[in-house]
């Protein structure tokens, strides 16, 4: 199973994106969906996430501008950003931890599955 990223582009300042994360096939039961940023220079950090009860998670301080949104039984999500700064500028990566399988999920055992990033460089 692959994750799909899509969506990234060259945005000017103040301009929207949204990025869509698809599986490529069946995951069992996917737990957790989120989106990572990796700018040049500095760490992957969390941009936002959310469960397969809908609770979403933004610890990185996007003021609001961005919203993470899917659903865990189709493994599919979307980050919407509003009001791009060039300090967004980076590769975006979507996260799923699922189940892979019934065992799996009988075993408690998660699966950590990993986008192959989506770039979005804002400037003018």
């Known amino acids: 199973v692959q994750l799909q990223a899509s969506g990234g582009g060259l945005v000017q300042p103040g301009g929207s994106l949204r990025l869509s994360c698809a599986a490529s096939?069946?995951?069992?039961?996917?737990?957790?969906m989120s989106w990572y940023r990796e700018a040049p220079g500095k760490q992957r950090e969390l941009v936002a996430s959310?469960?397969?009860?809908?609770?979403?998670n933004s610890p990185h301080s996007a003021e609001g501008r961005f919203t993470i949104s899917g659903d865990t039984a189709s493994a599919m999500v979307y980050l919407q950003m509003n009001n791009l700064k060039p300090e967004d500028t980076a590769v975006y990566y979507c996260?799923?931890?699922?189940?892979?399988?019934?065992?799996?999920?009988?075993?408690?055992?998660?699966?950590?599955?990993w986008g192959q990033g989506t770039l979005v460089t804002v400037s003018s």
């Open positions: 996260y799923f931890q699922a189940f892979s399988s019934l065992y799996d999920y009988r075993k408690r055992r998660q699966t950590d599955y």
């Open positions: 096939a069946s995951i069992y039961r996917v737990n957790v």
């Open positions: 959310i469960t397969s009860t809908g609770v979403t």
